[in-house]
């Protein structure tokens, strides 16, 4: 009878173990409620000012988030070199929310618990939107780098700046450019999540509201690879524009398979999308696809010299979201300095009152939802296989 | 472009549900041989299908070069993939079941070695690919036949074709080798085929190696019809080809034939009806096959079991 116990028990103890490493280093997966110390990274002394990170390190996502930790390090350092904020520097302590509400959360708790005056990241609106609340009960100022759901607007407990532009801003971006298209029946195509849900919402919402047509308005599940029958489904209603609001994995499989099956109208992508290896993945398919994107470093005149550095530092280009991030950092800088303070309430009222801060992207100023004043959106084509600025 | 009437819409729905469930069917087989075999549900299976796409894709790469990426270098993969990832069937099999089945651990124990094994597997592979998406790059364009406005391509023709001929193989292979009577009789009783003689334990091997090989085949083709293959690709497919293979009857291979085209056909119906759409898609597909299994509990052509006590 023992002896068939401890088996038992053993086996038990073992799939636990690969169950628990693999719900803490996994990306999208099932995830549930395990939360790792492998999740945060920290490069902190003591004496530094520290700033939490929440960034999708792992999953589908992670290219994003690696790409927008490294901006934000080299901000950091620039900081530093320059004599860091009140005499101190900077230090940086990185969360892996995996572009999952659960996890993100975890790392947000881990965050908190490190000791962090302050936060700067945020990619997936999803992984945001739940953390809002944890930051904020410790009055620590978040400045929402790309997440851009109206949730986050609208569940703002106060503390949370966005200084990417919104979904309200790219939508109107997106009404703008389906009229310059001369689209009359357009097809949204979202799955579901915080993000790709509500750009498909008010962009439905806007685009009627303007007296057009949506022939329909559909929800895909990620990571499900057959857009077949929603593409003859899509051709069967007329679409003469397609416009996918979720992200570039998925979204380039159905810009193929649209072409694939013959669907000569316009597609549009939303900024989820607007990365290369929405190129790469679509092929020749991709060609002619419109992109929204956010102010991307090779199209700002004032970024060149960040685009080098970039480069030089981390011999790649800086990616879709990398002078915002970079803009982050250096904003929160600034809102210090003016504080006088790393204080979370002080800091956060200075960040409120930020006016014509010059980032990257263009200037700062905040509206009273805490997101920007003026829009920095910009529109894209695929042609030749490399975005082109419209 | 003509406009698509309903009839043009069926047409091309239809042909969409028989692509889909081909991928169904030829993973929801290796489900159903391995129930039937050893009534385990093997939940690394749609994990194996994601291992076979990722072992296309290395093989292409190392081919593609020579044999180029189209049909040449894409069939030397495929069957690449199937030995490989068929191998790869047999080691799971001996390393993480058979010791059990040996020591009669109770079915718990062999459902909960399996979700490990799914786990070690797509982590592998998320850690080794760091999670990213790897693009299949092949040379197939979308040259196809088009009658009105319904498009069907020459690959997903030659996908069709090759589906059903590799399931011929296996109806064949069950039904008229030595060693498909032999995973037949173990499926019926395993201690009179050991009376007979029968190595139970290779037989079960094999039909892993099998069932692990179709599903690294539907790996392939959905790299190279799809375009992109992820760690995560098996998860989806496995609770849905599993389902097929309930569907169609655990353990029957007609029977997973079956499921597989019936869900793709159900879910392609889906999307295209008015009030379901794609978002409910799912729930509607699923509706149907709970209402299927409550009135014929076994399966379309399950086989109700009879306890000889």
Redesign the interface.
């Known amino acids: 009878m023992s002896k068939k116990f401890l088996?038992?028990l053993a086996?038990?103890i073992?799939?636990f173990t690969?169950?628990v490493?693999?719900c803490g280093?996994?990306?999208?997966?099932?995830s549930g409620t395990s939360s790792n110390s492998s999740d945060t990274q920290s490069t902190a002394g003591s004496g530094d000012i520290k700033i939490g990170l929440p960034l999708p390190m792992?999953?589908?996502e992670?290219?994003y988030g690696k790409d927008m930790e490294n901006a934000i390090k080299m901000a950091v350092d620039e900081v530093n070199a320059k004599g860091g904020i009140n005499g101190k520097k900077l230090a940086t302590v990185t969360g892996d929310d995996a572009c999952d509400p659960q996890q993100a959360t975890a790392a947000a708790n881990k965050l908190v618990s490190e000791g962090v005056v302050a936060i700067v990241g945020g990619y997936c609106s999803g992984a945001v939107v739940p953390t809002l609340t944890i930051y904020n009960e410790k009055n620590l100022p978040f400045i929402v780098e790309a997440a851009n759901s109206s949730k986050i607007t609208d569940q703002n407990p106060g503390n949370t700046f966005q200084i990417n532009g919104t979904a309200v801003h790219q939508t109107q971006k997106a009404v703008e450019l389906f009229k310059k298209l001369g689209a009359k029946n357009v097809a949204i195509?979202e799955q579901?999540d915080a993000y790709s849900s509500d750009l498909a919402k008010q962009t439905e919402a806007a685009w009627k509201a303007a007296g057009n047509t949506v022939v329909?308005h559909?929800?895909?599940?990620k990571?499900?690879?057959?857009f077949?029958?929603?593409v003859?489904?899509l051709?069967?209603k007329?679409a003469d524009l397609v416009f996918w609001t979720a992200y570039y994995?998925d979204g380039?499989?159905l810009i193929?398979q649209l072409?694939?099956?013959?669907y000569?109208g316009s597609i549009v992508v939303g900024d989820g999308s607007s990365d290369p290896?929405l190129i790469?993945?679509a092929?020749a398919a991709g060609e002619g696809t419109y992109v929204l994107s956010p102010p991307v470093a090779e199209f700002l005149p004032s970024a060149k010299q960040f685009a080098d550095a970039y480069k030089a530092k981390f011999n790649q280009t800086p990616g879709a979201y990398a002078p915002l991030a970079y803009d982050g950092i250096n904003l929160l800088a600034d809102a210090m300095k003016r504080a006088g303070s790393t204080d979370g309430k002080a800091v956060i009222k200075a960040l409120t009152e930020t006016k014509d801060f010059p980032g990257l992207a263009g200037k700062v100023t905040f509206a009273p939802n805490k997101t920007l004043q003026e829009s920095n959106f910009i529109v894209l084509q695929i042609k030749n296989g490399q975005f082109v600025l419209q | 472009m003509h406009a698509m009437t309903v009839f043009y819409i069926i047409i091309q729905q239809l042909v969409n549900g028989l692509i889909l469930g081909s991928f169904y069917s030829l993973v929801a087989l290796g489900y159903s041989m391995v129930y039937g075999i050893i009534k385990l549900l093997n939940f690394a299976h749609g994990d194996i299908y994601m291992v076979g796409a990722f072992v296309g894709f290395g093989a292409l790469g190392i081919f593609g070069g020579a044999l180029g990426i189209g049909w040449l270098g894409i069939t030397v993969a495929l069957v690449i993939s199937m030995v490989l990832v068929g191998l790869l069937g047999i080691v799971i099999h001996r390393v993480a079941y058979q010791p059990l089945l040996n020591k009669n651990a109770p079915r718990m124990s062999l459902l909960i070695t399996a979700v490990g094994v799914s786990f070690t597997l797509f982590n592998a592979v998320m850690v080794m690919t760091s999670g990213e998406y790897k693009a299949f790059t092949t040379s197939l364009g979308y040259d196809g036949i088009s009658v009105g406005p319904v498009n069907i391509t020459y690959t997903q023709i030659i996908m069709v074709v090759a589906t059903a001929v590799l399931m011929l193989c296996l109806y064949w292979f069950i039904n008229r080798t030595m060693y498909g009577k032999a995973m037949r009789a173990i499926a019926l009783d395993q201690d009179a085929c050991r009376l007979m003689g029968i190595n139970v334990t290779k037989t079960i091997s094999l039909t892993f190696f099998v069932g692990s090989a179709l599903a690294a085949a539907a790996g392939v083709m959905a790299g190279v019809y799809y375009g992109s293959i992820q760690f995560y690709m098996g998860f989806i497919i496995g609770l849905k080809a599993f389902t097929a293979a309930v569907i169609g009857g655990i353990g029957s291979i007609p029977g997973a034939m079956l499921g597989g085209l019936i869900l793709g056909l159900l879910e392609t119906a889906g999307t295209q009806l008015p009030f379901v759409g794609s978002a409910w898609k799912d729930v509607f597909t699923f509706g149907i096959l709970i209402l299927l299994l409550v009135t014929k509990p076994t399966g379309i052509l399950g086989k109700s079991e009879i306890e000889r006590m």
């Open positions: 088996s038992m086996v038990t073992l799939s690969v169950i490493t693999g280093t996994q990306g999208s997966a099932p792992t999953g589908s992670a290219t195509v579901g329909s559909d929800v895909t599940t990571g499900e690879q057959d077949s029958s929603l003859t489904s051709k069967s007329n994995a380039a499989l193929k072409r694939q099956g013959g000569k290896k790469q993945m092929g």
